[in-house]
Structures are given as structure tokens and as C-alpha cells.
């Protein structure tokens, strides 16, 4: 209930922003400490982590891992594979196979859903 005097919808202190003259001397300051790095003076180490620090503004954000984009049209979607298996000894089996033939044995497998294909 609303009471005389209560401070709700106060304005805050924290949360105020920079202004732009603040803004543009930390940007200068950040620029200056950049320039004054020798990069051939550092160590292996302290150069990895220089480009760990880097690489996330210059790489995009949405990066595709194989470098091609897909449409979503061109994208044939399946059902997961879903393998049961009756005991252990089935398993270590199935996991010492190659791809090609884990890939075989799910295309072989009865479906346990309807699908369109």
C-alpha cells in the first residue's frame, strides 16, 4: 500500500554512466597501454594469454564450424538415435566400432517413432 514519504521510485545512485569525456580519456589511456606493448619482449606464455584476451573482439560471434552456412531449407533434420542395448558385452562392442559402422547399424535399426523419411 502506498504510504507518504516511502522512498520507492527513488532514483538510484548506482548504475550512472560515464559521460563522454570519461569515455573518451579511458579510450585514450586503453589505446596508450596497448601501443607501449612490445610484443617481442614477452613470453610465450604471456602472448597466448594476450591473444586468449584478444580473440573475442575480433572473431564474430556466431562463427560456423565448418565455414559454410546451411539453409535451414537445405538442412535435413532427423530424430536422434536411440540404440538399446540387451548387456554390457553389446555395448563395449558398439563402442569399439568406426563411425561407419555405428552409422550403418543406426540406418539399419527399426524406428521407434513415426518419421516422414
Request: hydrophobic residues 35%; negative net charge; contains cysteine.
Given at each position: ?12 545512485k ?9 569515455r ?47 539453409n ?8 536422434p538415435?536411440?540404440?538399446?542395448f ?12 568406426c563411425e ?10 527399426t ?7
Amino acid at each position: 500500500m502506498f504510504q507518504v514519504g516511502n522512498q520507492y521510485g527513488k532514483m538510484s545512485k548506482r548504475g550512472k554512466a560515464l559521460d563522454k569525456e570519461m569515455r573518451e580519456r579511458i579510450k585514450q589511456l586503453a589505446n596508450g597501454l596497448i601501443d607501449s606493448i612490445d610484443i617481442d619482449t614477452l613470453t610465450s606464455n604471456q602472448r597466448v594469454n594476450m591473444l586468449k584476451a584478444v580473440l573475442p573482439y575480433l572473431l564474430p560471434k556466431e562463427l560456423s564450424i565448418n565455414g559454410e552456412v546451411v539453409n535451414e531449407e537445405e538442412q535435413e533434420i532427423k530424430p536422434p538415435a536411440i540404440i538399446v542395448f540387451g548387456d554390457s558385452k553389446e555395448y563395449k562392442a558398439y563402442n569399439q566400432m568406426c563411425e561407419e559402422e555405428k552409422d550403418k547399424m543406426v540406418e539399419e535399426a527399426t524406428p521407434l517413432f513415426n518419421s516422414k523419411s
